[in-house]
């Protein structure tokens, strides 16, 4: 009986390497101070992409160091129906895997080409991304545009 639960940590050996890439060798060799980056969490849904990115510390983009912001910045104004959310999750254990459902307590959700944001708290989180997956644009306009000041 296979207890492997899709979305789960298969091997947590293998997966942790996978998170501890070396990419010093490119530093002063790319343009500028170009290294290369990663996203925490994509999820595809109907040719809509939701790109996550997890933070203890960080509620906003602009609060992110350089290569990150200009990475996720440059995600968020593209065209369509794809968002770029981030994360906030108060977990403070190094060998506890974050739980990117419940252990998130703030999300702020860039959308519209990046033009706009909405924060969330995590039940809302959870209610957008779901609903996201069905209809990205529905969820858009039926979760975070009410959201959306002004």
């Known amino acids: 009986m296979n207890s492997f639960t899709a979305g789960g940590i298969r091997c947590p050996e293998a997966y942790a390497q996978g998170k501890m890439l070396d990419h ?4 002063g060799k790319m343009r500028g101070k170009i290294t290369p980056s990663d996203i925490d969490m994509l999820v595809e849904s109907y040719g809509s992409a939701l790109f996550c990115e997890l933070s203890r510390d960080h509620e906003f983009l602009e609060d992110l160091a350089t290569g990150q912001r200009i990475l996720l910045q ?10 770029v959310a981030l994360l906030r999750h108060g977990l403070f254990s190094m ?15 860039y959308f519209d080409a990046g033009t706009k944001k909405v ?4 039940e809302g989180w959870r209610e957008f991304a ?5 209809n990205a644009k529905q969820a858009i306009d039926s979760v975070l ?3 959306v000041a002004g």
């Not at 924060?119 to 995590?122: A, E």
């Not at 779901?130 to 069905?134: D, E, G, H, I, N």
Request: positive net charge; aromatic residues 10%.
């Open 95 to 109: 060998s506890k895997p974050i739980d990117t459902a419940n252990d998130i307590i703030s999300a702020t959700i």
């Open 130 to 134: 779901v609903a996201w997956t069905f």
């Open 119 to 122: 924060g969330l708290d995590g």
């Open 145 to 147: 545009r009410p959201k």
């Open 74 to 83: 440059t995600l968020a104004r593209l065209n369509g129906t794809h968002c």
């Open 24 to 27: 010093s060798w490119w530093s």
